[in-house]
């Protein structure tokens, strides 16, 4: 569906059709997080069932998903913010990404459901004490309600080395495609590169569900924090036409801070 089938294309087009009957305005200008001097507005809705295959229509419409609710950029003037993924059946790692491999080899991936405990809970809030950028509190109830609350399809993957928590991301299972939705690890193991080790585990764990594609949600040019995904090749952007193209975000960046 997330491909160019013909029913696909019908499909994401009365998605389209429908969300734009609905007349739903914009939130209010907010400074935007990826390019300075910038305002930032959302358009979002919340549908009765958020189910897989919904899901993969709204993905190939720019919007993501935040518990319940999905949501896009309506910016007055800008489009930057454009949805990028990964072809999983021809990615192949970079020289970096089979080194980040290495280096983890000896760490064991888990994945079922989201289940928030004591140990993620400490382990997140070290990992925002580190990034300094105050956009996030750490609490409990943030940590429930941001990660924990979320549909059916929305999956958790823990990775440990030695019983140590390396890291653990939350990721949603969609009809024919998977969608990284955050991921956090130990400050202390940055020299892993536990964000590109994430990814990677992403990549396989959509080959292994068949899934041609992996989301990693916003490319922005010119963002340094977005600068990174563009690295996983090859990989699509959505285009201002409402399609996706191939390779069309240059190199650069890390992820693995």
Request: charged share 30%; proline share 7%.
């Amino acid at each position: 569906m997330t491909g160019g089938t013909g029913a696909g294309q019908a499909a994401r087009a009365r998605l389209a059709r429908l969300v734009g009957s609905l007349g739903l305005e914009a939130s209010p200008p907010a400074p935007c997080p990826y390019l300075p001097d910038r305002d930032s507005r959302l358009l979002a809705l919340r549908p009765n069932r958020l189910t897989p295959r919904l899901y993969a229509l709204f993905l190939d419409l720019n919007f993501r998903r935040l518990r319940d609710v999905v949501y896009r950029p309506q910016c007055d003037g800008c489009r930057e913010c454009r949805e990028l993924r990964v072809d999983a059946r021809r990615f192949q790692p970079s020289r970096a990404q089979r080194r980040c491999l290495e280096r983890n080899r000896d760490v064991l991936a888990s994945v079922g459901r989201p289940r928030p405990t004591d140990e993620k809970h400490a382990l997140y809030r070290r990992y925002l004490e580190a990034r300094h950028d105050g956009a996030m509190s750490g609490s409990s109830e943030e940590f429930h309600e941001f990660l924990h609350e979320a549909p059916e399809m929305t999956l958790e993957v823990e990775f440990r080395a030695a019983g140590r928590l390396v890291g653990a991301g939350i990721f949603d299972a969609a009809s024919d495609a998977l969608s990284a939705v955050y991921f956090y690890f130990d400050p202390e193991l940055h020299r892993r590169s536990p964000g590109t080790f994430n990814v990677l585990w992403l990549v396989e764990e959509a080959r292994r569900r068949a899934c041609p594609w992996l989301y990693l949600g916003y490319y922005v040019a010119g963002s340094r924090r977005m600068a990174y995904k563009a690295s996983f090749r090859p990989h699509q952007l959505l285009d201002e036409a409402g399609g996706f193209g191939p390779d069309a975000a240059p190199v650069g960046g890390r992820i693995g801070e």
